[in-house]
């Protein structure tokens, strides 16, 4: 069993048969800005998933009936009438009209005072909420029962107001999750790049110590060590810059108050998950280093 | 099997001779198109012989020595290294046999970053032994060289002969089997000649094989039981006659 004196001795004997200094060049600044840049991708991609996913789960089992009725009292026995059939109806949890007060409030800073005033005709709302699954079938079903009672009635699912939104957002989260991937490949690429280029200077040496009876592996490791060590400093930058910049957007977007872009935002877990990538880019470096010195290896005799 | 008259040199190379060391049976080497290099060549070591190589310059010495501690591999013929044939041995164990075998290179190849010592330390690290155990026989051996008080030196602060002093204590610090020294003399003076062959004499009197490629004649009479082979243009000439029935101690013969 080697003493810690002796393992420290072997490996700083170990260190110097590269010469000192960055064996790979400039991939350390390179590696900083990818990991920064993946880190970045990869939070938005994590935001906005969540955010689609919060939102399709509010939204999906809703929706709206509409009574259009220009007279008030037909309005209201109309309304009376759609509730109590939708109460009675397949696949509803729950149906409550809306507080036509409510509605004004909501309709007043568009339309002004006169929402209030009673001239402007108002919709009779109701909020109806689906038991869960399938609410496609479910709303087409309640179509048809409204239907029947009376044209005036309408209604509207609430994901289909934001379906569009919601898929541009998840189109967005996809979108980031590409630019994670072709970032992997891009570092790794960098990477096989940089050890080609450190086999290449060092051939002298690699000479001169497979003569002297050392493996492949012995020699890769020199490299793959090397490279790991400028990879975990690039990577630690990186992740720590986009980390910082991550948690002011943060700020922004909470000081924004809105209820849309706050939903953006990201997840404990996501934290887990970013905190992985550089963690996994010191892997993919020091592999791909020394995948590449073993096959530039091979081909010497 | 039949020993076809005129076929009884091949039959003994196949009956192999177990002290035979190091064995080439009709072994040629081309660099890329040209012509070959070397030409069927066939010789056999005794394992603790002392052999010189000589040959005018361009003649394939160095070429020889690459196909013997394994830099390259022949074009056509086989060579056999301890017993093993080593043309077809697999490139994963090639590391073992190198590792038997110290090299003095023509242009010493020491590494330019690392100082003499750490140099002079690099088979034993090679060969994976513990840090603690390396300074005593570097130390010894830098020593030995006369270059005690530049272990620190980079390679590029020595002078020539001082770095081929190096390469020679870099060379057999490992205890090899084999030594192989391209024109290890070349950079030295006489003196100085003189005292590596010593240090040769002793290792060989240890038991280890050398072969010294060299076209200083003097240095060859100076070792007295050496065997001598002649390349010419490639082909081998065996002025001693005696290296297909290699005596099993030097000087016995
Ligand atoms: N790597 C190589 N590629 C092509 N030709 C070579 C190579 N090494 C040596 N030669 C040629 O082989 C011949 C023998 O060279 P060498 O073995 O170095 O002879 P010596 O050591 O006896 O001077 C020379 O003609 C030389 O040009
Ligand atoms: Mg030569």
Redesign the interface.
Known sequence: M??RA??R??AA??H??L??GRVAGPMLWIIAIMMFLTVLAAAAGLGLGAAVQSMSADLAGRASVQVVEANPQQRDQLAARALTALRGADGVQAAAAVDPALLADQIRPWLGEEATSGDLPLPALIDVTLTPGDADAKVARLRRLLGGLSPSLRIEPHAAFLLPLAGLLSALGWLAAGVVLLMTLATGAVVVLAARGAHDSHR??I??????????V?IARLFQRRIGLDAMLGSALGFAFAAFVILLIGLRLSATGSELLGAVRLPPISWVVLALLPVAGVLLATLAARWTVLRAL?RA? | MAVVPGNRERASAIFQDMSAIVQFENVGLRYGLDSETLSDVSFTLAGGGFYFLTGASGAGKTSLLKLL?????PSRGVIRLFGEDVVTLP??R??????RIG?VFQDF?L????SAY?NI???L???GM???EIDAPVTEMLNWVGLGDRGQARPATLSGGEQQRVAIARAVI?RPEILVADEPTGNVDADMARRLMTLFEALNRLGTTIVVATHDLPLIAQVSGAQMMRLDKGRLADPTGSLRYPPRQQGSE
């Open positions: 080697a003493s002796d393992r001795a072997a004997a170990r110097r048969l010469p000192g002298g040496t000479e001169v110590l497979h003569l002297m009876g050392s493996t492949d012995q091979g005799l | 501690y394994l830099a390259q591999r490139r994963k090639l590391p073992g046999f190198r590792r090299v190849r590494v330019p970053h690392l750490d330390a690099l088979p690290r090679v060969a513990e840090e603690g490992g």
